[in-house]
């Protein structure tokens, strides 16, 4: 008799903890995602892999400072152009600020709107590796109650 008790006490703690997992997950606004530095040649692709030809790149995870500002447009920051290609220069303060681990992963709150995310490099250059079509730098939406999925590749070193 006392197994049957201890069953059902062990069942309801684990449901509590379920549904406390899911409460916490689903209260959540704002974007997360994982960062990734690639290094090095990553030709051939397509049909050139299938006949052998292998990748010399390689992608890690990191950990880096991770800024995210109002929608900013090429032109409000490095004087209108990417600066070596895809490092930006801030001329304004972030709204929101936060870390990737050393396993790539990371999570911002914040309120629901459309944000420019630039990643921090050690030399404190701000990297960005893409313009939408209305020329908004890095661009991610946050929709009400939501993570949004953001992944950053920083590929400045990648060659393709």
């Not at 040649?41 to 109002?70: C, E, H, W, Y």
């Not at 001329?91 to 709107?113: A, Q």
């Not at 990297?127 to 020329?135: K, L, N, P, S």
């Amino acid at each position: 008799m006392n197994r049957i008790y201890m069953f059902f006490a062990l069942a309801a703690l684990i449901a509590q903890g379920a549904a406390a997992q899911n409460q916490k997950s689903t209260g959540a606004q704002g974007i997360m995602g994982k960062v990734e530095f690639l290094d090095g040649n990553f030709m051939p692709t397509g049909q050139d892999l299938k006949k052998g030809q292998k990748q010399s790149g390689q992608v890690k995870t990191v950990a880096r400072k991770i800024l995210v500002f109002s929608p900013a447009l090429s032109a409000d920051v490095g004087g209108g152009a990417y600066q070596d290609g895809s490092f930006v220069k801030a001329t304004r303060k972030p709204r929101y600020t936060g870390w990737s681990r050393t396993n790539g992963r990371y999570r911002i709150v914040c309120p629901e709107g459309t944000y420019t995310v630039l990643v921090a490099e050690p030399e404190g250059k701000l990297f960005c590796a893409a313009i939408d079509g209305d020329g908004r730098l890095c661009t991610v939406v946050v929709q009400k109650g939501q993570l949004t999925k953001h992944n950053i590749q920083i590929n400045y070193k990648a060659a393709y």
